[in-house]
């Protein structure tokens, strides 16, 4: 029976050919320094060398990640756990210059076997079954590399392969500043290793395999790289096709190179001279009503599978990716002052978030890029820019972006702070001499180059940028926006640096970007600000629960304006009067619960403000930031645990498409549309509750908003402040359709005459009921009621729980978060996790502004 199905199997494979197959060496590896190590390369990848005494090594990953599983070192995410790490500027590279080895099966059969890396830092020499594999150095954090290793596998299958990493040169001096000395930035390479306003000092500075390493097989044909364009005109798309085709043999081969999109192929006959490696290019398609990708809020996210094939005597080598059908263009508006973007024609208003890397430490998942683009959808954002003191995002995350709707504005690798904008006292060199960073500027085009043919087929691209806060030398600028992105891409804008004039002009003349601290929110209203903001920020502390997670309980106390140094370790930003406003705080518990109603405020008035002068004042906002990568104090909707605070379900509010908001500034009833078609024949209305629940209507009213835009249904402020004057009060707005369904709900809490919020204090305690009951496997629909007559169920707070420990599942998505549930309503949200094989079914605990908390048992 074997030897049929095996018989089966050849002709299948006879008649149709095989694809590219690969697969990756992620598990395995062993580690050593390189001062515990005499022998050398040769005899290092010779399967009779004994590896008893070596380490397991995490690859993909960095020697830091390794010696932290292998417990060498303790959770430099901890507390003040990374002071006591070596730092490598003071213990040197020979401390973390380590050898990594891999044993495994590849048995010669014919094919062509190739050894590839997608990412090591920062240098390295490679060796299998004693011979070095590499004939020129491999350097540059930036630059996959593939070997053809076929002459030298093992005739026996068993293979062993050493590769000897060294660390970046120089590493810098963590001296505090932004990147430390700056001299980190001589490299091609993350940044932000030495140190930055909001992490400290990566100790190894990412040294190690941080990317994937594979084993590819092929026929004498490779096929890499192959490129895809869409072009959108109406209810037509045009695709253009090219790939890179290399014959490793000493004969000429000629053959057919295909593409098969929709059902549709296009074929082409080429002839690839002996050993000839060429770029072809296949004849266009035309698509009719083709299935668009759009960006989150405005559409679909459609992906086409694309094949794309060589073949040669019946046998082929393929490769398959997921294509968007999508255009981005660009315009100047002159109302702005700024670049406005289009998406297949659309005008999109930016709604963005700043992202530095998923894992400070290069621990990267798919899940956790997942979970990460997920949360900037459920944002409602519409874009994520890339730090250039990072990296060049891996493919996962832009398959996640993808999916999500992401739009990507990719920065490369250059920051004013490092690179020579301003004069620093804490840098080792002047700006002018910063300004010639990196050392190899071939070595920085040529990443650039790899890196542009890494991601460029993703449809979520849109933006690339030169460097944050600067543009590249000229020698680099120019050849990269001249020759190189024409070639290997020239279908998207490219920006030469984050503050470009390019991008906007305020109404003196310059861009630039920030505040970056916490703000008056009639501020975000009132103050006109750079007409496509590429960093503005505010706070961004977790609750208690997350406090936990990283900080000591002996350093779990009420930060003060000089904050205790753990808090200063992690870079805390002060909230000041902000928290103040609501009261002193008792505790630390006391303060986090305050801190997220600032947070939720903060976030919502940012966008809500933004928006509100949407294609008059603006085109985009990026907020500074939504995510960090490892366990800092500020800038963040998400803690490096994934857990949400309500940073991110206030952005969420203020980012809804279709809205309805309270202008802390005027006091005017506004909508803002971000959709394509008109909304007509709404209905606002307009409430207002004391802390006893007692209702007061301000407004009910038709109304419309046109497609794209905002506008300005009435004011309201007098009355406002009149029932708020005494204690504070809540406004409730809800615009619903012509059907009386529920399109936004907007909930705000509003201080007295002194601008306090004590009025909170003495609120009734809550009577809401919660009921939670399993939709289907991950998923729970949750149902909150409060009864007429009850006060305001104020701001809970809504956590999943594993149904044993009682801890937070995470991460988990909520349909919505710290909201609040008026007298005789019912308020129903579903929340969206992974559960675990075996895992109890969960728990839901409530708790509201008053301290009263529920938890209730999920039913079937």
């Given at each position: 029976?074997?030897?049929?199905?095996?018989?089966?199997?050849?002709?299948?494979?006879?008649?149709?050919?095989?694809?590219?197959?690969?697969?990756?060496?992620?598990?395995?590896?062993?580690?050593?320094?390189?001062?515990?190590?005499?022998?050398?390369?040769?005899?290092?990848?010779?399967?009779?060398?004994?590896?008893?005494?070596?380490?397991?090594?995490?690859?993909?990953?960095?020697?830091?990640?390794?010696?932290?599983?292998?417990?060498?070192i303790p959770d430099p995410f901890y507390g003040m756990n990374n002071k006591r790490i070596p730092d490598i500027y003071d213990v040197g590279r020979e401390y973390y210059t380590y050898w990594f080895v891999k044993d495994f099966i590849e048995k010669p059969s014919g094919k062509q076997v190739w050894l590839k890396f997608r990412g090591i830092n920062y240098s390295c020499d490679i060796f299998l079954n004693g011979k070095q594999v590499n004939s020129s150095p491999y350097q540059g954090m930036f630059m996959r590399k593939e070997f053809n290793i076929t002459a030298l596998l093992s005739k026996t299958g068993r293979n062993r392969l050493a590769v000897i990493v060294h660390p970046p040169d120089p590493v810098g001096n963590p001296n505090g500043g932004q990147g430390g000395d700056g001299t980190i930035a001589k490299n091609v390479g993350t940044q932000y290793t030495a140190g930055w306003d909001w992490i400290r000092p990566i100790r190894d500075r990412n040294t190690g395999i941080w990317d994937k390493v594979y084993i590819t097989r092929t026929q004498d044909v490779h096929l890499t790289d192959p490129h895809v364009v869409t072009l959108v005109n109406g209810n037509t798309a045009t695709v253009k096709v090219s790939a890179d085709l290399q014959n490793t043999s000493s004969r000429s081969i000629n053959g057919i190179l295909s593409y098969t999109i929709a059902g549709r192929k296009v074929s082409k006959e080429v002839l690839l001279a002996s050993n000839q490696s060429t770029e072809l290019k296949l004849p266009d398609l035309l698509l009719k009503d083709p299935k668009l990708w759009w960006p989150a809020g405005y559409g679909d996210q459609s992906l086409y599978p694309l094949k794309v094939s060589f073949s040669h005597q019946g046998v082929s080598d393929s490769q398959t990716i997921k294509v968007g059908i999508r255009q981005i263009d660009t315009k100047w508006n002159a109302t702005t002052n700024s670049r406005e973007v289009y998406v297949n024609g659309k005008k999109i208003f930016i709604k963005g978030g700043n992202w530095i890397i998923s894992d400070a430490m290069l621990r990267f998942s798919n899940a956790r890029y997942d979970a990460e683009v997920r949360y900037h959808r459920d944002m409602n954002l519409n874009l994520i820019r890339v730090w250039g003191g990072a990296l060049v995002e891996r493919p996962e995350f832009y398959q996640a972006c993808d999916k999500y709707g992401m739009l990507v504005f990719q920065d490369l690798w250059m920051s004013g702070d490092c690179n020579g904008r301003w004069d620093d006292p804490k840098k080792l060199e002047s700006k002018e001499q910063r300004r010639k960073y990196p050392d190899d500027h071939q070595l920085w085009l040529a990443s650039a180059a790899d890196m542009i043919k890494m991601v460029r087929n993703h449809p979520s691209l849109a933006i690339w940028c030169g460097g944050n806060e600067i543009t590249p030398p000229d020698d680099i600028l120019k050849p990269l926006r001249d020759t190189i992105l024409p070639a290997l891409d020239g279908t998207r804008w490219f920006v030469d640096f984050s503050n470009s004039l390019e991008m906007s002009k305020n109404e003196k003349g310059i861009n630039g970007d920030g505040p970056y601290g916490i703000q008056p929110l009639a501020t975000f209203w009132d103050k006109r600000d750079y007409p496509f903001n590429s960093e503005v920020g505010s706070v961004g502390t977790?609750?208690?629960?997350?406090?936990?997670?990283?900080?000591?309980?002996?350093?779990?106390?009420?930060?003060?304006?000089?904050?205790?140094?753990?808090?200063?370790?992690?870079?805390?930003?002060?909230?000041?009067?902000?928290?103040?406003?609501?009261?002193?705080?008792?505790?630390?518990?006391?303060?986090?619960?305050?801190?997220?109603?600032?947070?939720?405020?903060?976030?919502?008035?940012?966008?809500?403000?933004?928006?509100?002068?949407?294609?008059?004042?603006?085109?985009?906002?990026?907020?500074?930031?939504?995510?960090n990568p490892w366990t800092a104090l500020r800038g963040q909707m998400y803690d490096y645990y994934l857990d949400p605070n309500a940073c991110l379900f206030g952005l969420r509010s203020g980012s809804e498409p279709l809205h309805v908001m309270y202008n802390a500034g005027n006091g005017a009833v506004m909508l803002v549309n971000n959709g394509f078609s008109a909304k007509q024949g709404l209905n606002l209305v307009v409430k207002s509750f004391d802390m006893q629940g007692k209702s007061t209507t301000l407004l009910e009213q038709a109304c419309d908003v046109a497609e794209t835009s905002h506008a300005t249904i009435t004011n309201i402020k007098q009355k406002v402040a009149e029932l708020s004057a005494k204690k504070g009060s809540f406004l409730s707005l809800q615009l619903l359709d012509g059907k009386k369904k529920l399109l936004s709900h907007n909930f705000y809490w509003l201080p007295d005459e002194q601008g306090m919020y004590t009025g909170l204090n003495e609120l009734p305690e809550s009577r809401l009921s919660i009921k939670a009951k399993k939709i289907k496997s991950g998923q729970i629909r949750v149902t909150f009621t409060n009864p007429s007559g009850a006060a305001v169920s104020f701001f809970n707070r809504v956590s999943l729980l594993n149904g044993k420990t009682l801890q937070r599942i995470l991460p988990v998505f909520y349909q919505d978060n710290y909201f609040s549930v008026e007298p005789g309503t019912t308020k129903i949200i579903t929340i969206d996790y992974n559960p675990k094989v075996g895992e109890p079914m969960p728990n839901i605990r409530s708790e509201d502004h008053r301290g009263r908390v529920q938890t209730v048992i999920v039913t079937q």
């Open positions: 029976m074997k030897k049929r199905l095996l018989l089966v199997c050849c002709i299948l494979l006879s008649l149709t050919g095989f694809a590219q197959d690969q697969y990756e060496l992620n598990s395995g590896w062993l580690c050593k320094p390189r001062s515990q190590v005499s022998a050398g390369g040769q005899a290092l990848s010779s399967t009779s060398y004994p590896l008893n005494d070596w380490k397991k090594a995490r690859v993909p990953g960095t020697v830091l990640t390794t010696m932290l599983e292998n417990g060498d977790g609750d208690m629960e997350s406090l936990r997670r990283f900080i000591p309980e002996a350093n779990l106390v009420v930060p003060q304006r000089k904050p205790d140094s753990v808090w200063d370790y992690h870079h805390y930003i002060a909230y000041d009067r902000f928290v103040d406003a609501y009261g002193k705080s008792a505790d630390l518990a006391d303060f986090t619960k305050k801190a997220q109603l600032v947070n939720y405020d903060q976030y919502r008035g940012l966008m809500e403000g933004y928006s509100s002068h949407m294609w008059d004042w603006y085109t985009g906002v990026i907020i500074w930031k939504t995510q």
